[in-house]
Every structure is written in C-alpha cells, then in structure tokens.
C-alpha cells in the first residue's frame, strides 16, 4: 500500500509552511520567544512529516517505525506550546514549571512511545497506513489537552486585562491556538474510527492567522516575513523534488552496490546543492520585493545605486547635485533643490 492521496499531500505542505515560517521568523530576530515559537514549530513538522510518509509508507513494517518517529515530535508539541505562552506573556514563575514538562516529555512520554505503552501496530485505512492507540494513549490525549487547555486559559486571562497593542496580539494568538487544537481530529482514527485525517488543515489556518499578526501588529518588518517565507519554503521543496529524483538516479547508477559513477553523482550532487543555496535564496527573497513592495524595491535599489555612485565623488556641489538628480527620478518630480548650510 502506498497512498499519495489528498490527506498525505495536505500533511506535506504543513510541514514546508511550518518550517519556512518558523525559519523565517527565527532569522529575523532571535528572542526567547521566537526560539520556543521555533521549537513549536519543528516539533509540529516533525510530526506531520512522519504523518505523511506513515500514509504512504509501502509496507505496514516501514509504516509502524513511522508512527512511533511521528509521536516523538508529537509528545512534545503540549509543552512547547505552553512554553511559547509563557514566553509571550513574560510569567517568570511558570518557567519551572515548563521546564518540568520538559521532563515529562523526555522521561516519560518519549520512552512510552517507543515500548508500544502510547501506540502500538497500525489502523489500514482505505486512505492509507495510521496510528493504532495503545493502552496509556488516553493519558496523552489529556496531557495534551490539558497543556493546550492551560496555554489558552493564560492567554485569555491576559488578554482580559491588557491593552492596544499586546491586546490584539494576544488576541491572534489565542485564536490561532484555538484552531490548532482542532488538529486533535485525528487522535479519532487512532481508535480504529475511519475518518480521514484532516488534521494539518486546522495547523494550516492556525499558521496562517500568526503570519497575518506578525504583519498587521507590526512584530517584524511584513516584507521579510512574506520573502524569507517564500524563499524557504520553495527552496525546501526544489531540494526534497530534486533528493527525490536524485536517489533515483543514485538507484539506477549503483545496481545496490558502491561504484565510481554513483559514488561521483553523489558526490556532485552535494558540491552543486552547497554552491547554489545562498544565490538561489537571495533571488527566492528578492522577487517578492519586486512584484509585492516594488515602491520599496524600487526605493532600496536607489539608495544603493546612489551610495555605489557617492563613494567615488568628493566635491560638494557634484553631490548635491547628484543627490537632487536621484530623488528627481525616484519620486518622478521635478525642480528639487538641496540647500547646504555651512
């Protein structure tokens, strides 16, 4: 069984918007709050990327060492959601107490995921592979909707007494998180129930709203968001369709076995990826500015041009002079005169 269906694909993009966001949020400032957002999101990738190739794993074997990968990101999406409120709203006394969660996460549920105590076996689904709910999977389903429960109960208390701008801002975040949870969805087929999973559709919104908030409550510049986003999220997918393709190639070349021509491909393959990313992302995060902000664009492009053309001039009057003849025609006037006062 190998199901490359509508559910799977859903699962796929998820987890390219959730890295692209988290790295571009990370890179464009980097906080306490803005490393536990990154943690949230690479624990949710995490799981969605092991949910994807669980639904089109091609044996129940390879489908079953996917669940249990996929629930090692899942244990710890509770706490680091809680970690990111806690974060966000500044509570210095409940640091300890996410920190102890932390521990849980890595004592507790992470080895009872692995011993078959919180999943063990699959569910086969007419959609494809699933999880399959052990004995102690209630006590994760109340781990997790209590942490998230708790976060969004943090949330509104605050937000009952805050004001503009935190209070919009905490406003974006609960909702966003009231939606996540909705993700939970697919906890139901854990238990044998068919129903398709449609959780990575309620992450899908729930990442979109955060992006709104970043630009409409001025977080961090909007254009940055929009193009960081952009250039990682197409340059993860030309990499993942390219490895794809490329192990392919790799197959046909090495006949199972270590030779020259496929050690070489490899070889080429890694050298080209390495040499191509930075030039390939500073165009992904260019053309963005060039089409949505192109007054900006157009803007920066002139203070750049003006600061290569002033490096070489000294005298006064040449660049007043060629101060007035750029601003001329960056803002399409006409007349511009510059007073120097000495």
């Known amino acids: 069984m190998s199901n490359l269906n509508i559910y799977s694909i859903t699962s796929l993009i998820c987890t390219f918007y959730l890295v692209?966001?988290?790295?571009?949020?990370?890179?464009?400032?980097?906080?306490a709050t803005t490393r536990a957002f990154l943690l949230v999101m690479f624990s949710t990738a995490f799981?969605?990327?092991?949910?994807?190739?669980?639904?089109?794993?091609?044996?129940?074997?390879?489908?079953?060492?996917?669940?249990k990968a996929a629930y090692l990101g899942a244990v710890f999406i509770p706490v680091t959601i809680l970690h990111l409120t806690v974060?966000?709203?500044?509570?210095?006394?409940?640091?300890?107490?996410?920190?102890l969660f932390y521990?849980?996460?890595?004592?507790?549920?992470?080895?009872?995921?692995l011993f078959n105590l919180l999943i063990s076996g699959i569910n086969i689904f007419p959609w494809g592979y699933w999880f399959r709910a052990a004995a102690y999977h209630p006590i994760y389903v109340l781990y997790l909707s209590g942490l998230i429960g708790f976060s969004l109960f943090l949330l509104y208390k605050n937000f009952r007494g805050s004001r503009e701008p935190m209070r919009s801002k905490i406003f974006f975040l609960l909702v966003a998180f009231t939606v996540a949870y909705g993700g939970a969805i697919d906890i139901i087929p854990d238990y044998g129930i068919n129903i398709p999973p449609l959780g990575s559709i309620p992450v899908i919104v729930c990442l979109t709203i955060i992006a709104y908030a970043i630009t409409k409550n001025r977080l961090m510049d909007v254009k940055i968001i929009i193009n960081r986003m952009m250039a990682y999220f197409v340059i993860c997918l030309i990499y993942t369709l390219l490895g794809t393709f490329s192990a392919f190639i790799f197959y046909l070349l090495s006949f199972n076995e270590f030779n020259v021509a496929a050690a070489s491909f490899f070889i080429i393959l890694l050298l080209s990826a390495g040499v191509l990313f930075h030039p390939l992302r500073l165009h992904l995060q260019t053309t963005p500015d060039r089409f949505l902000f192109r007054?900006?664009?157009?803007?920066?492009?002139?203070?750049?041009?003006?600061?290569?053309?002033?490096?070489?001039?000294?005298?006064?009057?040449?660049?007043?002079?060629?101060?007035?003849?750029?601003?001329?025609?960056?803002?399409k006037t006409s007349g511009i005169k510059i007073h120097s006062v000495e």
Do not use: H
Not at 91 to 98: F, L
């Open 103 to 113: 521990l849980l996460a890595i004592f507790v549920f992470i080895p009872a995921t």
């Open 87 to 99: 974060s966000f709203l500044n509570i210095e006394k409940m640091k300890r107490i996410v920190f």
């Open 20 to 31: 692209s966001l988290a790295i571009g949020v990370y890179l464009n400032k980097k906080s």
């Open 47 to 67: 799981w969605q990327l092991f949910t994807f190739l669980t639904i089109t794993a091609n044996n129940p074997i390879r489908a079953e060492m996917f669940t």
């Open 295 to 331: 007054k900006k664009y157009e803007y920066a492009e002139a203070i750049k041009e003006l600061g290569e053309e002033c490096s070489s001039v000294i005298e006064a009057d040449k660049l007043i002079e060629l101060f007035a003849k750029r601003i001329e025609e960056t803002t």
